[in-house]
């Protein structure tokens, strides 16, 4: 057993003895765990997000930046014009990738990042509404290869596979329900034989939620609900950095709160569902100019449906009173045409308490938000490691 | 320095180094922080829960029951004709009690539980509906003295009070707004004056949805959402353990979720809201008797509550998607003519993926739900400790 040593520089001592190197490791784990999942950020941001005491942060740090875990940058964002440039540590990036998979409807996403946050190769393909999931899967794998190549890329190194697909995924992407179970072992099964690392799979449109809550519009909060106006009508709820599942995969499923209660059956099994009033596929059955606001009818078309979603929002919203509510899709691109009659809608059906605490605004990121939230995906859930991550180490099961 | 010993018995050493003893402190926290949210657990149960190996947890729970931390029982409730009796370890119920008190609008309750989670007494005064909330109060504290005297507790050891109060409070119940902030401090000021300890307070039906996701009709469940249907109509949604907030305080309110978008106004600020049609206060004044299932006329009334109320909880389902959901208040002692309405109506209005999922029933605890709430809420909350419970600690604050 080696003799502890203290110092100024090194105040709970590097050559350790076994106990004291595992609380130390535990230490080095909390502040690479924070830095996976939250990019990079300055020594205040660190120490209040792992809580430790600015001087074991400052010594953890001073390992980590010299086993070159860690690197030291000046934060470019952090100009704005006065003050100093912040010095951020982040993760080094050469510490591995996460590759971000998007097998949309009509479009396939791949995105490359690495563990300290930076988008190193991003791109898409579109595809016909109908063609079968292999043929989605070789789509985005010749897209893998092809963006590796040209960026020179090696994913010896990829820490996991973040996929967002179509329709609902049980908790954790463990299982589904017929069709669904079996597109899911199959995206699964297929990217885990090509890559090796683990692969994690969700809907898209909750992907596209996570990654609003991490790097878009709703970065730095603790709750945000995203809803996605497009050709269908989804969307995912983000509390503590998380995704919200719910007990059959089905959270945040906005698209089939009902707005009118002898409405239309829908395939959801539901009837008058939200989806049904306000996707751009119905919008376009009525106006082919939906989307242009020069176009009267269009413009009272884009009315209508703002004051339906606003509705649904206000509900869900009462139901989860998140802080920020992120609207994503191409409707929401019609700005100002869709947003004041649906803010005017969300005001007048909700609890006062709730509208004086939320914030609406549109999605910051653009058609690769959901493949992004696959690298999300993989950067929040705890890497492969012999002891758990933010839990102090089983002490027979660490140092038998 | 003390050198490490190890046995057979004792195989991380009870006289140990100062590092291995934090470590084991660690541990020990774990275990106490476990059953002191969860309540008594067999050995299976709290290895599961602490993530530790069966051998540390047994020398854990070893060392915590020599300590007289811990005591060991057979459990009551296992018996059930078949099997034997399963012996479970609890804190030593001599450990601590907890206070919980519920300011409701007609009613005033005080429960008293030891950490063990057994309740040790309760007791309740009707008020009236404008009693001010300073005689509140003081009626609040005469129960407590009344009870404390005729059961013979001594509150030295009380380790915390919760208390649930009328209309909605701030994340961690630190502000409100206007006079619901005068409120809460109010309370607040009173009863740390009174009693010396950290005082919790939070919405009293936010409570009641606490106490059934841990001893009622939620109990072990990861994610419930609860309605009470009374004279007024709120909610609450529980979430591994632990209620939702929300940004404004105010998740969980649906008895303020729209059911007619041209409806009236209501003081929450909204429109049309659930509260409006099904609270007690305004069936009764359709029909005095609509308690009464004889009745004809209430028979018709609760069967358009129902419905309405299966529409929200539809439209909170789809956001959240719980594992159940939990109905309490008068309504829900109507059974089936509330019920069956509600169950077609939510049917009617769900994605399959949820309704699939989602397990809907009566509550299980009766009028002191809320005051058990608050208990829950103290439970549930970190003791006072040098060391962060349920997080490694910090080397230089706890190790100097």
């Not at 400052?58 to 086993?67: A, D, Y």
């Not at 179970?181 to 909750?206: C, S, Y």
């Not at 503590?240 to 719910?246: D, S, T, V």
């Not at 939320?358 to 492969?384: E, F, K, N, Q």
């Amino acid at each position: 057993m080696n003799r502890v040593r203290r110092s100024e520089s090194d105040p709970v001592g590097s050559e350790s003895s076994g106990p004291l190197r595992l609380l130390r490791e535990t230490h080095e784990e909390r502040v690479l765990s924070v830095l996976r999942t939250r990019g990079p950020l300055s020594r205040a941001q660190l120490a209040e997000q792992t809580n430790l005491s600015r001087a074991t942060l400052s010594s953890i740090v001073q390992t980590l930046l010299n086993k070159l875990a860690l690197v030291e940058a000046r934060e470019v964002g952090a100009v704005r014009g006065r003050g100093r440039p912040v010095s951020v540590v982040s993760l080094n990036p050469a510490g591995g990738l996460a590759l971000g998979i998007d097998l949309g409807q009509r479009r396939i996403q791949v995105t490359i990042s690495n563990v300290a946050h930076e988008f190193v190769a991003s791109g898409a393909v579109a595809c016909a509404d109908r063609t079968p999931w292999t043929r989605r899967l070789q789509l985005a794998l010749d897209l893998v290869d092809d963006l590796t190549t040209r960026h020179d890329i090696s994913l010896i190194a990829l820490a996991g596979v973040g996929v967002g697909i179509v329709g609902p995924v049980s908790t954790e992407g463990s299982s589904g329900v017929g069709r669904s179970a079996d597109r899911i072992a199959l995206v699964r099964d297929t990217l885990r034989a090509r890559f090796g690392v683990p692969v994690h799979v969700d809907n898209n449109t909750r992907l596209a939620a996570l990654a609003e809550a991490v790097w878009g519009a709703g970065a730095g909060v603790d709750s945000a609900l995203y809803l996605r106006l497009s050709y269908g009508v989804g969307g995912g709820i983000v509390l503590g950095g998380r995704l919200l599942a719910g007990a059959g995969g089905a959270a945040g499923e906005l698209g089939h709160i009902s707005v009118d209660r002898d409405g239309p059956a829908c395939s959801c099994g539901g009837r008058g569902c939200l989806e049904r009033y306000v996707s751009l596929t119905t919008l376009q059955e009525q106006s082919e100019n939906v989307l242009d606001a020069r176009d009267d009818k269009a413009r009272d078309l884009l009315a209508v449906a703002g004051a339906r979603v606003g509705e649904v929002l206000a509900a869900a919203c009462n139901t989860v009173n998140p802080e920020v509510v992120v609207i994503g899709g191409e409707l929401a691109e019609t700005g100002d045409h869709l947003f004041k009659p649906l803010q005017t809608a969300f005001r007048r059906h909700t609890h006062s308490q709730v509208h004086r605490s939320v914030r609406i605004t549109r999605a910051a990121l653009g058609p690769d938000a959901a493949a992004r939230g696959g690298i999300a995906l993989v950067l929040t859930s705890s890497p492969a490691s012999p002891n758990a991550v933010l839990n102090a180490p089983d002490l027979e099961a660490s140092h038998p």
